[in-house]
């Protein structure tokens, strides 16, 4: 027997925001060519370069009594300009010890000195050390005072201050909620900071970034750059502590289920802070140890951690501080039923964040106040916040220009959308429910769909570098040596950061748009009269349906939550892919997910909108109560979501010319990882459309799949194009017009990378006339121009992807709607060679017969199981058809 089994890829983490190429060092920062080797301890100029070279490298605990004898020493010598210098470098290193206010009143003084307006280096170091103070009180002064530092530090050709003033604008741009701007400029920065060995700014930016990832809830991505950032100060002689970075460790830590890894990194910097007196940083980390304990269930502890850090954080008059300290604490008194100090708590956060100017939070604290005003039957107040909420992350997610940062932060802010629906759920509002989950719920597809043109042009910076990738992974895939492999990942990683950055770059050149949400009339409206829409939410302690026809819809609370479900689907995938027939949980399964749905007996057609774990489950493989398959009584598809569905109905349709391009029987000894006369023992003795790792192993080639693409092709007519053997190859699926194609078959192995779903690939041919490496990545097929009426990945895995909480899941199939496919049908688990290849002539075999592309695939399904009888779901439930299948497809020309 012979399978076609799924390659799960991970080569390593890429660090998306994090993507300019590492470099080494070209130069000291600019303090260290400026002091003498000596410090002398009443010199006032030898006590500034000191203090201006510990400063540059994020001492300013070291610095600042040494800038406090400079100004001392310079105003006795009566130099009026040192003086002032001095001073503003002293006041910035008591900002951890000083109230806020203060700090920033003290150095808005020093701004307003005649001799500051007149001296531009003077000038350029005040609003740099205002501008770093202000980020904790008020981004938009924080802004002004960066903006301002910028054009002076360009006027002055002062290249290292340049690139921090845009780090610093960066991050403010990222709170502020234009996120793609912020990927340029601290792109750009951490590119600067690296060349010219700016120590601090290195630390500083990797911990920014990783802050991002842990809001994002991407903890493992987080923790690789956090503990780069603290090596990197710990391994510098001088430099400061990075408390920053410390927090993000914890904070990822506790993300990761490690919350005594995460105790013991914040002890090591609470002594640090409290050993310099620092309480703004020691309020900060007391947060982090509230939310440690809170993490193990010890809310005595944590309530006492977070009142200490609010009590100093307003004795510092620190807005971020507080904002967090209020918002956990808020938390913890609805725990314990306080809703009324819970509301005191969310109130002064949400306040406290407007303060600060902050977009990026305040969808978080507008959630929380809105959960309260829910518990307290305030629902007409707890529907305006949620929506407010919403309307924040959809001003966010508008600036951002990566589809995989989309649904990590659509994903991460799950909760709002969730309890929203719980808000309408409980009035009643079916049409208000449905609105809250298609705010979100496949909203990068059905944006894509909305949009009338595809995205500019790849830019000529982008194309030489994905050769480079290409040219530098297929490499990867032919070497079996350890150290040749991780000099080629270490030069992958750099690629793949500068192409990260080049798309960035393309992307603010042109202005992308949001598809608004469905409504459930509109909905109704395209659903054909035999056809039941159910869209699934995953809740404790009961899941929910929506179940929408064209006369009616309604919320159908699920004998189970989504505990039991997860446990259940789990169980039943584990029996198919076995080969079982998981009779039991899959009796289980149906249910609880289809017994409760009236439509189910008087519609022949089901379309499903799945949600979390019910992604990777095929309804169809359920069995009902009379003991026979889903599948022999109805017709079982699915969609992203309802607003999928219904733009792929109401899209304009641009008609293909020709019927057929077909890809199989790829020669993959010529892309032989290993020596022909190795064979390691991680290949199995049978054939997969996969591979069991992506490199130390060699493919396989899928001897079945060339008669699936010759019988299809056949099918299809003189006008199809079947690409076999050595024409299979990745530069030659390319080269082709394949907008002229109305269907795209594709029987290859395919590289499932669940984390990282960008690198999820199809296996194709190499030409060694090109550089193509013979993947063509998810990051490849959402820019191809296709025109597809039905998209076929005859691989494994290919409907496996990323989750991303209500946002769905990042998957090939979603690349394919993304690129244009009005359909794909894709595999949930890996398939075997030769059934696959009956079930495919099958299924063509029906749509040749002018089926639709649903009813064609249930078909090839029950022909499987009336030539076979009761054989396994495994063999001919794994591929499922996704996107608009109630179309026929037409054949020959």
């Not at 005191?344 to 902050?358: C, K």
């Not at 009779?583 to 289809?594: C, D, F, S, V, W």
């Not at 050595?726 to 594709?746: G, M, N, P, W, Y």
């Not at 030539?867 to 996107?883: K, L, N, Q, S």
Request: glycine letters at 6%; a negative charge; hydrophobic letters at 45%.
């Amino acid at each position: 027997m012979k399978f076609r089994k799924k390659l799960c890829v991970t080569l390593f983490a890429v660090c998306l925001l994090s993507f300019l190429a590492v470099v080494a060092p070209q130069g000291p920062q600019p303090w260290t060519r400026r002091h003498s080797a000596t410090l002398v301890p009443n010199d006032p100029n030898s006590l500034l370069a000191e203090a201006n070279r510990l400063s540059w490298l994020g001492n300013w605990h070291a610095a600042g009594p040494l800038y406090a004898k400079a100004e001392s020493l310079f105003h006795a010598a009566g130099d009026k300009r040192n003086e002032i210098y001095a001073r503003v470098g002293r006041i910035r290193s008591q900002a951890t010890v000083v109230p806020l206010d203060e700090t920033l009143s003290l150095l808005a003084e020093q701004l307003r000195e005649p001799i500051a307006n007149e001296d531009l280096k003077l000038r350029l170091w005040c609003l740099a050390l205002k501008g770093y103070a202000e980020l904790d009180s008020d981004t938009a002064a924080a802004k002004h005072d960066w903006s301002e530092a910028l054009a002076i530090a360009t006027k002055l050709d002062e290249t290292q201050w340049v690139a921090r003033a845009d780090g610093e604008l960066g991050i403010i741009a990222f709170l502020q909620g234009n996120t793609a701007s912020a990927v340029s400029l601290v792109g750009k920065a951490i590119l600067s900071a690296y060349k010219t060995g700016d120590i601090a700014s290195q630390v500083r930016l990797l911990s920014m970034l990783g802050n991002g990832f842990n809001e994002e809830h991407r903890f493992a991505e987080a923790l690789t750059m956090l503990r780069r950032a603290i090596r990197t100060a710990e391994q510098t002689p001088d430099a400061g502590f990075p408390f920053m970075a410390y927090r993000g460790e914890a904070a990822a830590l506790v993300g990761l289920h490690k919350p005594e890894e995460a105790r013991q990194a914040l002890t090591k910097a609470l002594s640090k802070a409290r050993l310099q007196n620092a309480q703004g940083n020691e309020a900060e980390l007391l947060v982090l140890l509230g939310e440690t304990a809170m993490a193990t269930e010890d809310f005595g502890e944590a309530k006492a951690d977070f009142q200490e850090a609010s009590r100093i954080a307003q004795q510092m008059r620190s807005h971020r501080t507080l904002a967090e300290a209020a918002f956990d604490l808020a938390n913890l008194d609805r725990k314990a039923g306080d809703l009324e100090g819970a509301s005191r708590a969310v109130g002064i956060a949400l306040d406290a964040s407007r303060h600060l100017g902050d977009r990026y939070y305040v969808p978080r604290d507008l959630t929380a106040l809105a959960e309260i005003k829910a518990a307290e039957n305030d629902t007409k107040e707890a529907d305006r916040l949620f929506e407010e909420a919403e309307d924040v992350l959809e001003g966010i997610l508008v600036n951002q220009h990566s589809i995989v940062e989309n649904a990590a932060r659509e994903g991460s802010m799950s909760q709002t959308y969730l309890e929203h629906f719980r808000l309408a759920q409980k009035t009643g509002n079916v049409a208000r429910a449905l609105h809250v989950l298609e705010r979100v719920r496949g909203q990068t597809v059905a944006s894509h769909v909305l949009a009338a043109s595809k995205p500019a042009s790849k830019s000529a910076e982008i194309a030489p570098l994905e050769a480079d990738i290409a040219a530098t992974q297929l490499a990867l895939l032919r070497t079996d040596d350890a150290k040749k492999r991780s000099e080629l990942l270490e030069k992958l990683l750099e690629h793949e950061r500068n192409l990260a950055f080049q798309t960035n770059e393309a992307g603010l050149r042109r202005h992308d748009l949001l598809a608004k949400p469905a409504s459930l009339k509109a909905v109704q409206a395209v659903l054909n009269k035999d056809e039941a829409l159910v869209e699934y939410v995953l809740d404790e302690p009961n899941a929910y349906c929506i179940a929408i026809t064209r006369e009616s819809a309604r919320i159908i609370a699920l004998p189970a939550g989504s505990k039991r479900i997860k446990s259940l689907t789990e169980s039943y995938l584990v029996d198919l892919k076995s080969m079982r027939s998981g009779e039991q949980p899959g009796a289980e399964l149906y249910t609880t997910l289809l017994g409760p749905i009236e439509e189910m007996s008087h519609k022949s057609r089901l379309i499903i909108s799945p949600d979390g774990v019910l992604h990777l489950l095929p309804f169809e493989s359920l069995r009902g109560a009379d003991g026979r398959f889903v599948v022999v009584t109805k017709i079982v598809s699915y969609t992203p979501s309802a607003s999928v569905l219904r733009s792929l109905r109401t899209a304009a349709k641009q008609p293909a010319a020709r019927s057929l391009l077909a890809v199989g029987a790829v020669d993959y000894k010529v892309m032989r990882l290993l020596p022909q006369n190795v064979r390691p023992s991680s290949v199995a003795a049978t054939i997969v459309r996969g591979m069991a790792e992506l490199s130390g192993s060699r493919l396989e080639d899928l001897p079945a799949s060339r008669d699936e693409v010759l019988s299809i092709g056949e099918i299809a007519g003189q006008d199809a194009e079947l690409l076999l053997g050595q024409r299979a190859t990745e530069s030659a699926f390319k080269a082709l017009s394949l907008s002229d194609f109305r269907v795209i078959h594709l029987a290859v192995h395919a590289a499932a990378d669940p984390q990282y779903p960008d690198r999820s690939a199809l296996v194709l041919g190499t030409d060694p006339k090109t550089t193509d490496d013979g993947l063509l990545q998810a990051r490849e097929i959402m820019h191809l121009p296709l025109k597809a009426d039905l998209v076929t990945l005859s691989a494994c895995e290919t409907g496996v992807g990323t989750p991303a909480g209500e946002a769905g899941v990042v998957s090939l199939e979603q690349a394919f709607l993304i690129a244009g496919a009005r359909s794909v049908v894709a595999s949930l688990w890996n398939v075997e060679d030769h059934s696959t290849t009956a079930l495919m002539k099958a299924f063509y075999g029906h749509l040749a017969q002018h089926e639709d592309k649903a009813e064609a695939l249930a078909h090839a399904k029950r022909d499987i199981l009336a030539r076979y009888g009761e054989i396994a779901p495994y063999y001919w439930a794994g591929f499922v058809m996704v996107g608009e299948g109630s179309e026929s497809v037409r054949f020959g020309r």
